[in-house]
């Protein structure tokens, strides 16, 4: 399969913004620190359980020193509705703990420094600085990796290169908001098994619309 033209990847740009103009991050927290803690939490769960867990934690924590200082025990507890939540909650309060100790409290805005924090990964940090810290970056989940291989953004399968070809054909501008559109398209239309390819509003865009067979 030859690249994609940049007609097409146009094409699918315009429909992902005709379709999904408002796309954005779906977690609530009230500052970067409390946006990590809201990503960390997110894995293998839905927004909405996050946002849930993240209200009950604001009644008990305010702010990084709270999350250092807090039992290791209390803060599992106030984790416990989240999947692995001992390890959310090891993870976040050893980031409390580092972003403290060694960077004066305040969130560092690059991803290697991100990815030094304990249980934060290449995806956790590009989340953070998209959605937080104005810091353009593209975050590959499992949404983003399959909807940009069936729209032929992407024919590779590491989360880096899938990411690599994106920064390449989309300007930085669009690197935050055409994710979330990724992960509305894997969510509504483009789902792992059974894709809903003639309703989808991509159809017209997508090489691979009428042949994509359920895994
Ligand atoms: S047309 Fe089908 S394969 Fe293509 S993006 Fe839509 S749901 Fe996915």
Redesign the pocket.
């Known amino acids: 399969m030859s690249d994609l033209p940049m007609p097409e990847v146009r094409l699918i740009d315009n429909c992902l913004q005709e379709h999904w103009p408002d796309a954005q991050c779906e977690l609530l927290a009230a500052d970067p620190f409390e946006f990590l803690v809201a990503v960390i939490c997110s894995a293998q769960t839905s927004d909405t359980r996050v946002n849930q867990v993240m209200a009950s934690l604001q009644e008990h924590l305010c702010g990084i020193e709270a999350y250092a200082t807090i039992a290791l025990p209390q803060l599992e507890r106030l984790l416990s509705r989240l999947p692995f939540y001992r390890a959310k909650a090891r993870s976040i309060h050893e980031c409390a703990r580092v972003i403290l100790q060694q960077h004066q409290g305040v969130m560092p805005r690059d991803a290697q420094a991100l990815c030094q924090l304990p249980g934060v990964g290449a995806k956790t940090a590009a989340v953070v600085l998209a959605n937080r810290l104005q810091v353009p970056a593209i975050a590959v989940d499992s949404h983003v990796q399959r909807?940009s291989q069936?729209?032929g953004l992407s024919r590779q399968q590491r989360p880096s290169a899938i990411e690599a070809d994106l920064r390449r054909r989309f300007p930085a501008h669009r690197w935050t908001q055409l994710c979330h559109q990724l992960i509305r398209?894997g969510r509504e239309?483009?789902r792992p098994q059974r894709?809903?390819?003639s309703s989808?509003p991509?159809?017209q865009a997508?090489p691979?619309?009428?042949v994509?067979k359920p895994r």
């Open positions: 909807c069936r729209l398209l239309y483009c894709p809903k390819c989808c991509l159809s997508c691979r619309y009428g994509t």
